[in-house]
């Protein structure tokens, strides 16, 4: 729901990963449903799903891989407003771009740096903003917090609630760390062997 955060919980390889990536269509159904404003967006062509793209967001669980590491920070956040015509202008979406930095707690001088130049958990922001560029109304957190430490795990928790506040976001929050989840979720689904089982 609007505004809630899901998670899912479940030892490695019982499928919760898949789950998420198949809410993005990078994984083919075989059989069920997803329906998203009442719509199944499983059974959907690639082309009516495309609007659908945009709303739904994933951020991955390796904050090293998941940046370009021949784009700036800028470019990277410029780009996907480019591909889904969001701003009217470069200079519209650079702006967005440099107020989505300064949202999730980087400075105006990020924009020109590229991904080397930065820790994990400030990588793990700039994918954040990332998918924020878009205006997502669902994000998928695909063990977004598990390869940082215990402190910058919490900073990013907290980002990602006021973000929620903000914005209104669903979260699929994926994750094998209970306490984790605890903290976040709304409702828990838990995953055993391909099925929710709890």
Avoid at 23 to 40: I, P, V, Y
Avoid at 135 to 149: F, R
Avoid at 158 to 167: G, I, K, S, T, V
């Amino acid at each position: 729901r609007r505004g809630k955060t899901l998670g899912l919980v479940g030892e490695s390889g019982s499928g919760k990963t898949t789950v998420g990536l198949t809410l993005m269509r990078l994984h083919e159904a075989t059989t069920g449903q997803a329906l998203f404003d009442g719509k199944d967006i499983l059974s959907m062509s690639e082309r009516a799903f495309m609007p659908y793209k945009r709303r739904i967001q994933i951020i991955f669980q390796n904050p090293y891989a998941s940046l370009n590491p021949r784009f700036t920070i800028g470019q990277t956040l410029v780009e996907p407003m480019e591909i889904h015509a969001i701003g009217a202008n470069l200079t519209e979406r650079e702006q967005r771009a440099r107020a989505l930095l300064e949202k999730v707690g980087l400075d105006d001088r990020a924009f020109g740096k590229y991904p080397h130049e930065f820790s994990g958990g400030q990588r793990q922001r700039i994918a954040i903003a990332r998918c924020l560029t878009l205006k997502p109304d669902i994000l998928i957190c695909d063990e977004s917090v598990s390869a940082l430490g215990v402190s910058v795990q919490a900073q990013v928790l907290n980002l990602l609630q006021d973000l929620q506040d903000e914005f209104g976001l669903a979260y699929l929050f994926i994750s094998h760390d209970l306490a984790v989840v605890k903290y976040i979720s709304d409702e828990v689904m838990v995953m055993n062997e391909g099925r929710v089982v709890e």
